[in-house]
């Protein structure tokens, strides 16, 4: 009868108990998209493979303007070749790592012909497709050197055929990181 019990009313308990895990949850959650996001150990077969992809198809929904594709589809281009780069060693992952490259590299080319008008913009776009089509076909000769047998990489002069290219814009594609003078040219940033 004298006894005082002191209790932590059962309400409060279990908002204070929902909210640690909630915010555990969140946190960690936050930690592995991120990790899904940057690393390129996170390729297709990987368990968090699914988190990357989301995040990236989110990315280019915000994508509005062709430029703003374009330049969403050649940030994609960069990272599927870091993958191939950090799988060099497992010739299956960078192989397929450099075809999804291809296809961005396809995809930015779309975006930059339906889109994107003679000018400084294009020309900078351009300009970054050259150099990431140097480091794909680069990567793709270590592949090939490594493997012996590539089929499903052709290069991309070919690949490049039916793209529907202007003579001038496949000159600078293909340009082989020099300016028309033979000058060579400085690495560029597509953010």
Do not use: N
Not at 6 to 32: D, E, H, K, Y
Not at 131 to 144: A, D, F, K, T
């Amino acid at each position: 009868m004298g006894q005082e019990q002191v209790c932590v009313p059962r309400r409060r308990l279990r908002f204070v108990t929902s909210s640690v895990l909630a915010s555990l949850i969140v946190v960690f959650g936050m930690g592995t998209g991120v990790y899904a996001y940057e690393s390129p150990a996170v390729v297709d077969g990987h368990p968090l493979h699914f988190l990357k992809d989301s995040i990236e198809s989110v990315e280019g929904r915000f994508a509005i303007s062709s430029e703003e594709r374009s330049r969403y589809h050649a940030r994609m281009m960069d990272r599927r070749l870091a993958e191939s780069e950090y799988h060099m060693g497992k010739t299956d992952k960078a192989e397929r790592a450099l075809e999804y490259a291809a296809e961005r590299l396809e995809m930015s080319v779309e975006e930059l012909l339906e889109g994107l008008e003679e000018g400084e913009v294009r020309e900078e776009v351009l300009e970054i497709l050259a150099e990431q089509r140097e480091r794909y076909e680069q990567l793709r000769s270590r592949v090939v050197e490594s493997e012996g047998d590539f089929d499903e990489a052709k290069p991309l002069r070919e690949r490049s055929q039916k793209w529907g290219l202007s003579e001038k814009d496949h000159q600078q594609l293909f340009r082989d990181g020099r300016r028309p003078g033979g000058e060579e040219l400085p690495p560029k940033s597509f953010e």
